[in-house]
């Protein structure tokens, strides 16, 4: 596990069974283990704890820095006091890259052209890319040096991408994925991202 990209802090996704259907909450992971996760327990979702028994079967969906991580696990000791412990296999991990945490955030966005830097409006960003708004046409499978600005007393994020594809629908959005760029600076992008998760979860509690 010494090459685990799971770290304390990191955001999960735990789905299991509610009777009929499943059902999914988000958890945060408090400590992680070579095979065990502790991850915090929302009180308002005490209604699902009688659902989490030990034993019971779960799949855990692990936001890391490199994309989502996919575990079947079980649960090693049910909710109490505000957090519950998981169990898994490695030899059960699926990750799944380029899928990222995605978030709103509106903040500026530069395009790198030979007439001229565009700026632009963020709409919304992931460690994957950014959603963009401009009034200038652009084409898809364009490629741009970009720079984003995710806090304003900090350096700007620089990275590579192409435009993936365009909203038909808002003429003016498009969607630029990053194709090089530090994982340093990606990390910075999804902390972000995670602290906007965060921020918007305690706003609707």
Known sequence: MALNPIKRGLKVQVEFETGSKRTIIDTYILEPDSDRLTLSF?????????????GTEIKAFIYTFTGIMIIDSIVYDSPFDGKFIIEFNEQHQIIQRRKYLRM????????????????TNSVDISGGGVRFITETPLKADEKYKVQ???NNFEPMIKAEGIILKKNFYKSNEYVLEFMEIEEKEREKIIQ?????????NKTTM
């Open 148 to 150: 984003l600005r995710l």
């Open 104 to 119: 709103p955030y509106i903040t500026d966005f530069f395009l790198q052209r030979e007439e001229g830097n565009l700026k």
């Open 192 to 200: 972000k991202c995670l602290m906007l998760e965060r921020s918007q």
């Open 42 to 54: 929302p009180d308002s979702k005490r209604e699902y704890a009688p659902y989490l028994r030990e």
